[in-house]
C-alpha cells in the first residue's frame, strides 16, 4: 500500500461524508485527518436543544456520515478499518478510521458511492409508481448488515396510525414557540448564501397532500417560500417503513445512522427516494407508544416513506475547509 493512495482514500472519504444526511442539515460533525488515520466528531454546538436533547438525532446524523465514509474508502480501494466510540474519556470522538488491506471495489460499492451527491430527501407525495418488493427486500438486508431492523409497515391500519400520530406530533411542535424557533434558525430564505440547513428550494411551495396525510416540518413558517416545482399531482403515500434498534445508546443511535445511510444509497441507486418525518420520534410519549404498539418493543430510530418522485430538490454543504481540522 503507497502512503499516496492511502491518503486519497481518506480524503475520499471527508469528500463524500459531506453529502450524508443530517437532520435539519446541521451537519453536526467535524473531522481531523492525519496521514493514517481519520476521526470523526461530533459538533455538539449543532445539536437540536429543543428537538434533540438527548443528541439521538445528531448520532443518527453522525453514522450516516460514517457509513459514506466506509464506503468511499472501499471504492477507493482500501477496506476500511473502523473504531466507534474508541475512548470514552472524549465522547465527542465517534469513530476513527483507517485504510486496512487493499480490495477491489465491487459493483454494489460502486453503485452506492454513485449516490452520495446526487440522494436527496424527497419532502412531498410520491408518484403512483410502485415501489418494487424486490427492492425492499433488499433495503431490510441492507439495515441488518448495520445491526439496525427495517420494517416495511404493510398494514393500511398501521399506516393511518403512524400518520395520526405525525399529524399530532407537527401539531404540537407547531404550537410549541420553542420547537417554531428552532426549526426556523435552520430554514434558509431564498437568497441566503450559507450552506447549512434546509434551504427554500428543497421542498415544494405547494406540496401535495397524501392520503393518509404526513403532514412536513413547516420550514417556509408563514413565508412563500419553497420550490416551484408542482407536486400536487404526487400524492401517494409510498411504502412507510420504521427503522429500529434493539438498544437506545449511543451506539445504536451511530448503526441506526449507519443503516440509515445504507438504505437510502441503495434506494436511491434503483431510483427511489425517501421523505422522513420524525417529528414523533421527538416527543418521548409520543415515541414510547410508537416503541410499544407498532414497533415490537424495539425502538423507533427514522420514521419514513420510500417511492418514486421525478422532480429535482436542491441541497447545499459545508466547504471542507469548515469541517476538516
Ligand atoms: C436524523 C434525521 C432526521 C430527519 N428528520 C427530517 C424530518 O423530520 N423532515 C424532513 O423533511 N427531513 C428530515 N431529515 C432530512 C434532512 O432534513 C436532510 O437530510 C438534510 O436537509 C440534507 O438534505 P438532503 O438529505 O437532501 O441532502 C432528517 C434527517 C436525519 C438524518
Redo the contacts with the bound molecule.
Keep these: 500500500m503507497t502512503v499516496v493512495s492511502a491518503k486519497h482514500a481518506l480524503e475520499a472519504a471527508v469528500e463524500a461524508a459531506r453529502?450524508a444526511?443530517?437532520?435539519?442539515?446541521t451537519q453536526p460533525w467535524t473531522f481531523a485527518m492525519s496521514e493514517q488515520e481519520l476521526a470523526l466528531r461530533a459538533d455538539t454546538d449543532r445539536k437540536l436543544r429543543v428537538g434533540d436533547p438527548s443528541g439521538r438525532?445528531l448520532l443518527?446524523?453522525c453514522g450516516?456520515a460514517l457509513f459514506t465514509m466506509r464506503t468511499a474508502m472501499r471504492c477507493a480501494g482500501f477496506e476500511p478499518v473502523v473504531r466507534t466510540l474508541p475512548d470514552p474519556d472524549r465522547p465527542s470522538l465517534l469513530a476513527t478510521l483507517r485504510p486496512g488491506a487493499e480490495v477491489r471495489p465491487d459493483e454494489s460499492t460502486r453503485a452506492l458511492a454513485d449516490e452520495f451527491e446526487r440522494?436527496?430527501?424527497h419532502?412531498a407525495g410520491f408518484a403512483d409508481v410502485p415501489v418494487p418488493d424486490r427492492l425492499i427486500e433488499r433495503l431490510v438486508l441492507a439495515a441488518m448488515d448495520e445491526g439496525a431492523k427495517l420494517t416495511p409497515v404493510r398494514s393500511p391500519e398501521a399506516v393511518r396510525v403512524i400518520a395520526a400520530l405525525t399529524q399530532a406530533a407537527q401539531g404540537v411542535q407547531a404550537q410549541d414557540l420553542r420547537f417554531s424557533l428552532e426549526v426556523i434558525r435552520w430554514a434558509r430564505a431564498p437568497d441566503s448564501t450559507r450552506t447549512d440547513g434546509?434551504p427554500a428550494q428543497?421542498?415544494p411551495r405547494r406540496p401535495s397532500r397524501t392520503a393518509p396525510d404526513f403532514p412536513?416540518?413547516d420550514y417556509a413558517w408563514q413565508h412563500d417560500w419553497g420550490s416551484e416545482a408542482d407536486e400536487r399531482a404526487a400524492t401517494a403515500v409510498g411504502v412507510v417503513a420504521l427503522l429500529t434498534t434493539r438498544g437506545d445508546g449511543r451506539q445504536e443511535w451511530i448503526d441506526a445512522?449507519q443503516a440509515?445511510q445504507h438504505v437510502l444509497l441503495e434506494a436511491s441507486a434503483y431510483g427511489v427516494s425517501a421523505?422522513?418525518?420524525?417529528?414523533v420520534l421527538e416527543m418521548d410519549l409520543l415515541r414510547e407508544f410508537l416503541r410499544l404498539e407498532l414497533c415490537s418493543g424495539e425502538y423507533p430510530q427514522?420514521i419514513m416513506r420510500l417511492g418514486i418522485t421525478f422532480d429535482d430538490?436542491s441541497?447545499m454543504r459545508r466547504p471542507l475547509s469548515e469541517i476538516l481540522e
Excluded: D
Design positions: 453529502w444526511p443530517s437532520v435539519h442539515n438525532e443518527i446524523s450516516a440522494r436527496r430527501t419532502r434546509v428543497g421542498y412536513q416540518r445512522g440509515l421523505a422522513f418525518h420524525t417529528q427514522m430538490k441541497s
